[in-house]
């Protein structure tokens, strides 16, 4: 089975309430102060207290294009990503050469060579380390880049696997783009990294009798017809988000059959489950998961927590809370259920044991 032996997630230095980001968005997306009751409406209700930038609020403003802000993806997510890996490695006590796959995910930006790619030399990672670059998952990208890991160390039982997720959502926000799904982005989002360090079954843990979540299994699904629900329209200026009103409700209606059948197969169900690790996409996302589910009221604190300290990080936010949890971990024994969903419209499920 694949054990999680570290996760070490970062932000960036530049930490606004949500009151200063909404009049940047404001200068930077509204026409003459048009529509301002609106985004004060929305950026109020999506329960964000506060988030951290890549930049400098006031640089925003110099950002002409697409070509300038992924310019500055490359540059600041190399820096985020290399913190991270080196985080979780160290964490972990693992050296970099000991690495025999990394996996990179996000969605906040392009680089070829990839990010991972660019972190063989400043980590010191083997030269035949094996990359796999994965672009287009969205907030699931967490979860599913776990379940990624268990697949790939199948076959590496001795093997070393690393997760690195970078997203800088701000730098998708799309200048005089007054329209809902713009405004809710813009006030949900924020910016990050995290990176996991995974080991294969046969592989003896360097911090001895530490007791690390085991990979037990996991489940994805592809709900038909959704794919109008959440995404990106990549267009000359960069990534427009793409976010329909009923993300709640398709979560909603297709969550509690999944998790029960997926638990089911295991002689589980929900009430066998001690730690809930899922990715805090929204309030609405948040109150439909524990609705539909039936879950007790502290079951998502750390989701709401998450959502109101740092907003939604896309896929960097349930590695985060897979941090915390394994920080403060339910008894040995125990089981626990993370998962995220993105666009697809896809739900990721992967269940652990402590």
Known sequence: MTRLTAVYGVLPPYRYPQADLTELVAD????????????????????????????????????????????????????????????????????????????????????????????????????????VPVFGLGCVAGASGIALLHELLGGRPNGVAVLM????????????????????????????????????????????GTVVPTVIDTRS????????????????????????????????????????????????SRADIAAWICHPGGPKVLEAVEQSLGLPTDALARSWTSLEEVGNLSSVSVLHLLEDTMAAPPPAGSHGLLFAMGPGFTCQLVLLRW
């Not at 783009?177 to 995290?194: C, E, K, R």
Request: net charge negative.
């Open 221 to 268: 699904r592809v709900y038909p017809d959704t794919e109008d629900v959440l995404g990106w329209r990549i267009g000359a200026h960069g990534f427009q988000v793409v976010l329909a009103p009923n993300v709640a409700e398709v979560v909603a209606a297709s969550l509690p059959g999944d998790v029960d059948a997926f638990l089911a197969a295991h002689g589980l």
């Open 28 to 131: 930077l997306c509204l026409f003459n102060g048009d529509g301002r009751a609106l985004l004060d409406r929305v950026h109020s209700n999506v329960q964000v207290k506060a988030r951290h930038l890549v930049m400098p609020a006031q640089r925003y403003a110099e950002l002409d294009g697409f070509s300038a802000a992924n310019d500055v993806f490359v540059e600041a997510g190399l820096d985020l990503a290399e913190e991270a890996v080196r985080g979780a490695l160290d964490r972990a006590g693992v050296a970099a050469g000991e690495v025999d796959v990394i996996v990179s995910v996000s969605v906040t930006g392009i680089a070829a060579p990839s990010l991972e790619a660019r972190l063989v030399p400043r980590l010191g990672l083997r030269a035949d380390v094996v990359r």
């Open 165 to 208: 997720a970078v997203e800088l959502c701000s730098l998708t926000v799309q200048r005089g783009d007054a329209s809902m799904a713009n405004l809710v982005a813009s006030g949900l989002f924020g910016d990050g990294a995290a990176a996991v360090v995974a080991i294969g079954r046969d592989r003896s843990l360097a911090s001895g």
